[in-house]
C-alpha cells in the first residue's frame, strides 16, 4: 500500500449492526465531529429534532465533502458508544472524512507532529459515526421510516397553527444549538491553544518533542513528535569476537594449489612492460577480476620505455693486435633444460641488456671501480686514476645501477658494464643454479637506469593523449634522467675474462677483491669495444584497479598493491606476488559467497604495468587520480616479490607498525626447521632474525626499513602522503634471492627451491590479506600515532647529533641553530604528548572496551588518515626536487652521511654545503638548510593539529 492515499466523498453505507469491539483511533486525536457539534459524547441523549438538525447541518456542511490525505500512527482505544465495524475493511478506495468546523475554518492553522496517521482506520472511523447516526435516527422515528419520510412536505401533516408553534419549537431548538455549538467551538479553541502552550514549553524545557505548523489544510493534528535518537549519536561497540570469527575463515579459505595454478599461467611467457605479451597478460588478469565479480577499471598510458635489439645483442670485444676476439655475446648459455622439465626458453630470456642504455659503441681500456659508489670513484682519483675515455667495470651492489652509471659518465667515463660477483651472489660455485638457488656464470641480472620514477618526459602529469610531452629523448639524456654513454650487463664468467687480461696497478683494498678466480686489477693496456644495441619508443602500459565494496564505509579502501611487468618471466619478482594476491581475491569472494560478508571499508586490488622501467605505473596512477587518492586511501599494502621461507622484510611508516606486528603474530610459519627452533609464527622469525627495531626501547617492533623506495608504494607515500608498507618474505641468515631479474626466475625455481610445499605463498597471502583486513574492517583505523611520536623522537636525537658532529652548528651560528634545534624539538614533544591521548581511545575501541558513536567514529578516522597527508611539502621539499615531497620520508640523494635516511629536506643540503667551493654556493646552501628547518617543523605542526581532540 502507498504512504498516501486520495480520500473522495462517497454516500453513506447502509445500517450496520452496534460495534462488538473497541477499535482504536490516533492517540490525542479530537474526538470525532459529532461528538462536538451535539454537545455530547455520545449523542445517545438528544432529541429527535436535534439529531436531524445535525443531520441536516453534516449532510450540507462542504466539510464532509472535503478531499484529504491522511498518515500511519500510533492508536488509542476509540471512545465505546462509537459504532465501528471492521476497521481493517480492505475497500477502502473513497471515503467522506469530516473534521471540526473550527479546525478547517480558512485561514485557521491547523497544530500537527511529525507522526503518521492512518488513512484507512479514520476514514471507516467516518463511515462508521455516520453509520451510527443513522441507527440511532431510525431508531427514535415514527413507525421507524425510512430516512426520506421523516422529511416530506410540512403541508400533509400540519395545520396553519401548528405551522407557526412548530416553527417556534424549531426556532427554540435551534437557538439552543447554536448555543451549544459556540459553546463547544469555544472550548475547542481553548483546548488548541493550551496544547500549544504545552507543546511550546515541553520543546524548550527538554526537547524531547517538535510540534510543526502546517498550513495545509487537508492534514491536521495535534500529536507531539516521538523523541528519536539520530543514528549519529548510537553507541557503537567493536564486535571482537565476530572479527576474529570472519578472520580465522577467511584464513581458512587458502589453497596452496590454486596460487601454484595462478603462477604457472602468470610466468609461462616472457612479459615486458610495452610488448604484446604484458598487455594480453592485464587483459587476462582484467577478466580474472572481473568473473569474480569485482568493479574493474583499467589506466592505460602512453610512456616511453627502451628495448634491446633481440636480433642483435650486445656485445664486447678485445683488440688482438690484429683483429677484434669476442668476449661477449651478451647472451647466456644454459642448455639444461631437461632438468627443468621442459622449461621452454626463447632466444629472447638468454639477451641481457639495461633499459634506457645509450645506443651506440664505445673503444677504449677498462677501468675497474668496484661497486661504482661514489665512495668508489674517489678512491680512484686518490690513486691519479682517471676514467676519462675508459670503459668502467663495475659491479652490482652498494647502490642503484643508474647511479654507478652517472658516476662513471660524470667524469668522463665513455661506457660502462656491471657484472655480478660470485662473492656476493654465489656461496658455493659447485652449486649453482639448477643445482641450487645460487647465480650461474652465465647470468647476468637486467634493470634499468633511469633516474626518475615514472614517464620522464611527463614528469608531475600522467602520460594521458592530452598530456603535453615537455622533455624529448636527447634532452633526458643530456639533464642526466638518461645515461649518454652505452651500458651492458654481462655474466661473472665474461667478467673474469676481462679481469684476466688487465695488467695494471692491483687493488689492495680488501672490500674491492671478489671471489673470481683471478686477481683484481684497477687498469690495463687490454683496448675493448663495447656495442649497445638499443632503441626508445612510446609505448602503451595498462594498470588494472579491481574493487571489493565495504559496507559501511565504501568510498574509503585498502589497497593491496603489486606490479605484473617482469624484465623475462618474471616467476619470483613480481609473479610470486601476483599469483598470492589473486589467490586473496578468491578467499573473499568466496568468504563473501558463502556468509555476505563485507569489510567495513573497500579493498582495492591494484596491478601495475612497467614497475620494473622506474615505478612507471604506479606513478602515473598517483598523478592522474592524486587528489582522490588522498581523499578516499586508507592504506597501500604492496608485495612486489615473495623470495625466501625464513623471515620477514618489512618497509613502512610508523603508522603501520603494530598492526604489522599484530598481523604476522597470527600467521602460522610455513618453514617447518623454523617451528624446530621454536619460532611458530612468522613474528616470531621476523624478531629473531631482525630484533633491532625502529622505536627506542621497545623490543615488540623488529627491524621495519624506510619506506622511501624499491617499489611501487614509494610514490604513495613520498607524492601523496598515504600511509604504506611494503612486505616481502625472505631467506635468513643468508640472502638467497640471487636469480634476481634473470632468465632463471621460472615456476621451477619457486617449487623446487622457495616453496615446494606451496605453504610460503600461502602464509604471505593469510599475512597480506589479515593486515588489509584489520585495516579496513576495525571501527577506528588502527593506526599507531604514538610511535610516531616516538620514532620522530628517535630521529631528531640522530639529525642533531648528525648535525653537530660536521660542525653545521658551527656553519650556521650557534644563536642560530640552537633555537631552530629547540623549536623543532618542542614541535615533535608536543606531536608526541597529543598522539598517546588519541592512541588509548584507538586501542581501547578496537578492543571493544569502549563505545564510541558514529559521529566520533568518522571524526577520528578523518584525522587519522590526514596525519600522514600532513607531511606533504606542495611544492616539494626544496626548489630542485619537487618530485620528492614527504618531509620526513622522501629519499635521500645520498647517504654518505650515515643520517639515517630521515630529513632530507636538511640532510640533502647539508651534503651539497659540505662539498661546495665558492662562498655565494655556500651561503645558498646554508639558507636552504635554514628553509629545511622550517618546512619539517610547519608539517609536524600540521599533523599535530589532527590529533588535538577538541569537539570530541
Excluded at 500500500?1 to 466523498?9: G, I, N, Q, T
Excluded at 602512453?302 to 645483442?313: F, G, I, K, R, S
Aim: charged letters at 20%.
Amino acid at each position: 500500500m502507498d504512504d498516501e492515499m486520495e480520500f473522495s466523498y462517497s454516500p453513506p453505507p447502509p445500517p450496520m449492526r452496534p460495534l462488538t469491539r473497541t477499535p482504536l483511533i490516533p492517540r490525542r486525536f479530537p474526538y470525532p465531529e459529532e461528538y462536538s457539534i451535539m454537545g455530547g459524547e455520545g449523542g445517545g441523549d438528544d432529541d429527535d429534532s436535534a439529531d436531524s438538525s445535525t443531520k441536516s447541518l453534516l449532510r450540507e456542511s462542504s466539510i464532509h465533502r472535503r478531499d484529504f490525505s491522511l498518515r500511519q500512527s500510533i492508536y488509542d482505544p476509540l471512545p465505546h458508544s462509537v459504532n465501528s465495524n471492521n476497521y481493517n475493511n480492505s475497500d477502502t478506495s473513497s471515503f467522506s472524512a469530516t473534521l471540526l468546523h473550527s479546525m478547517n475554518r480558512p485561514g485557521t492553522n491547523k497544530l500537527t507532529a511529525s507522526g503518521l496517521y492512518s488513512s484507512s482506520l479514520i476514514a471507516n472511523n467516518n463511515d462508521n459515526i455516520y453509520q451510527h447516526h443513522q441507527h440511532r435516527q431510525h431508531s427514535h422515528s415514527p413507525q421507524h421510516q425510512p430516512q426520506q419520510q421523516l422529511f416530506q412536505s410540512h403541508h400533509s401533516y400540519f395545520t396553519s397553527e401548528q405551522k407557526v408553534t412548530k416553527i417556534l419549537e424549531e426556532s427554540a431548538k435551534s437557538k439552543s444549538f447554536l448555543i451549544k455549538f459556540l459553546f463547544g467551538t469555544v472550548f475547542i479553541l481553548i483546548l488548541i491553544i493550551t496544547s500549544i502552550i504545552i507543546a511550546g514549553i515541553g520543546v524548550m524545557l527538554h526537547g524531547n518533542y517538535k510540534c510543526n505548523i502546517f498550513d495545509n489544510e487537508n492534514e491536521s493534528s495535534d500529536i507531539p513528535k516521538k523523541k528519536r535518537i539520530s543514528p549519529y549519536d548510537e553507541p557503537l561497540w567493536h564486535q571482537v569476537e565476530q572479527q576474529e570469527a570472519i578472520s580465522s575463515h577467511l584464513m581458512s579459505l587458502f589453497n596452496a594449489e590454486k596460487i601454484r595454478q595462478n603462477l604457472r599461467w602468470l610466468s609461462k611467457d616472457i612479459h615486458v612492460a610495452g610488448t604484446e605479451e604484458q598487455l594480453a597478460l592485464m587483459d587476462r588478469l582484467h577478466q580474472e577480476y572481473e568473473n569474480l565479480g569485482f568493479d574493474v577499471t583499467p589506466y592505460e598510458y602512453e610512456v616511453l620505455l627502451n628495448y634491446p635489439d633481440y636480433e642483435h645483442p650486445n656485445t664486447i670485444h678485445l683488440w688482438d693486435s690484429l683483429d677484434w676476439e669476442l668476449i661477449s655475446d651478451g647472451k647466456a648459455k644454459f642448455e639444461e633444460t631437461e632438468k627443468l622439465g621442459g622449461e621452454n626458453f626463447d632466444e629472447r630470456s638468454k639477451v641481457w641488456w639495461n633499459a634506457y642504455a645509450n645506443n651506440g659503441t664505445t673503444i677504449g681500456n677498462i677501468v675497474y671501480a668496484n661497486y661504482g659508489t661514489e665512495e668508489d670513484y674517489l678512491d680512484l682519483e686518490k690513486q691519479n686514476i682517471s676514467l676519462r675515455g675508459k670503459i668502467a667495470l663495475v659491479r652490482y651492489g652498494g647502490v642503484f645501477r643508474g647511479d654507478k652509471a652517472q658516476g662513471a659518465e660524470k667524469r668522463g667515463a665513455s661506457g660502462v658494464i656491471i657484472y655480478s660477483d660470485p662473492a656476493d651472489f654465489v656461496i658455493n660455485a659447485n652449486a649453482t643454479f639448477p643445482e641450487n638457488i645460487w647465480l650461474p656464470k652465465s647470468a647476468a641480472q637486467r634493470g634499468t637506469l633511469l633516474r626518475t620514477v615514472g614517464d620522464p618526459q611527463t614528469p608531475l602529469f600522467p602520460s594521458k593523449d592530452y598530456t603535453f610531452r615537455e622533455f624529448s629523448e636527447d634532452t633526458l639524456r643530456s639533464s642526466g634522467i638518461l645515461p649518454t654513454i652505452p651500458v651492458m650487463p654481462i655474466g661473472y664468467e665474461d667478467a673474469e675474462k676481462i679481469m684476466k687480461v688487465l695488467d695494471g696497478p692491483e687493488a689492495t683494498w680488501a672490500r674491492w677483491r671478489g671471489s673470481m678466480p683471478v686477481k683484481y686489477r684497477l687498469t690495463g693496456n687490454a683496448v675493448f669495444r663495447l656495442d649497445v644495441r638499443s632503441f626508445s619508443q612510446k609505448r602503451k602500459i595498462k594498470n588494472i584497479v579491481a574493487i571489493f565494496r565495504g559496507s559501511e564505509e565504501p568510498d574509503r579502501f585498502v589497497a593491496l598493491t603489486n606490479h605484473v611487468d617482469a624484465w623475462v618471466k618474471g616467476a619470483i619478482d613480481p609473479n610470486t606476488g601476483t599469483a598470492t594476491q589473486l589467490e586473496i581475491a578468491r578467499v573473499v569472494k568466496e568468504a563473501f559467497d558463502y556468509t555476505g560478508w563485507r569489510p567495513r571499508r573497500s579493498l582495492a586490488f591494484c596491478l601495475f604495468d612497467a614497475e620494473e622501467f622506474g615505478l612507471i605505473g604506479s606513478t602515473e596512477f598517483v598523478e592522474e587520480m592524486l587528489r582522490s587518492i588522498q581523499a578516499r586511501a586508507v592504506a597501500i599494502i604492496n608485495v612486489d616479490n615473495i623470495n625466501g621461507n625464513s623471515t620477514l622484510s618489512v618497509k613502512a611508516v610508523p603508522l603501520l607498525y603494530r598492526a604489522i606486528v599484530k598481523a604476522a603474530g597470527k600467521i602460522g610459519h610455513p618453514n617447518p626447521s623454523e617451528i624446530q627452533n621454536g619460532r611458530p609464527t612468522l613474528l616470531d622469525s621476523w624478531r629473531f632474525y631482525s630484533p633491532k627495531g625502529p622505536l627506542p626501547g621497545d623490543k615488540s617492533v623488529p627491524s621495519i626499513g624506510l619506506p622511501s623506495s624499491g617499489s611501487d608504494h614509494q610514490r604513495f607515500i613520498i607524492y601523496a602522503g598515504i600511509p604504506v608498507a611494503d612486505i616481502r618474505i625472505e631467506s635468513a641468515p643468508i640472502y638467497t634471492y640471487m636469480l634476481y631479474h634473470t632468465m632463471y626466475e621460472i615456476p621451477w625455481t619457486v617449487e623446487n627451491f622457495l616453496d615446494p610445499s606451496g605453504e610460503v605463498l600461502v602464509s604471505a597471502g593469510k599475512l597480506w590479506l589479515e593486515l588489509a583486513f584489520s585495516l579496513s574492517s576495525n571501527l577506528v583505523i588502527p593506526f599507531g600515532v604514538d610511535d610516531y611520536g616516538l620514532f620522530l623522537g628517535e630521529q631528531f636525537k640522530k639529525l642533531k647529533t648528525n648535525l653537530i658532529y660536521l660542525g653545521i652548528d658551527t656553519i650556521i651560528g650557534e644563536k642560530t641553530f640552537l633555537p631552530m634545534m629547540k623549536n623543532l624539538g618542542k614541535a615533535i614533544t608536543d606531536f608526541h604528548q597529543l598522539s598517546r591521548a588519541f592512541q588509548q581511545i584507538i586501542s581501547s575501541t578496537n578492543s571493544g572496551d569502549r563505545s564510541l558513536t558514529l559521529k566520533q567514529i568518522e571524526m577520528l578516522n578523518s584525522r587519522l588518515m590526514s596525519i600522514e597527508r600532513a607531511f606533504i611539502l606542495d611544492y616539494g621539499i626544496y626548489p630542485e626536487r619537487s618530485f620528492q615531497r614527504h618531509s620526513i620520508f622522501s629519499s635521500l640523494q645520498n647517504d654518505d652521511l650515515n643520517s639515517g635516511g630521515c630529513f632530507a629536506l636538511i640532510i640533502d643540503p647539508v651534503s651539497h654545503l659540505i662539498i661546495a667551493e665558492s662562498d655565494l654556493e655556500k651561503s645558498e646552501w646554508i639558507k636552504a638548510i635554514k628553509m629545511g628547518f622550517t618546512r619539517l617543523q610547519y608539517t609536524i605542526e600540521s599533523a599535530t593539529q589532527f590529533l588535538q581532540l577538541d569537539g570530541f
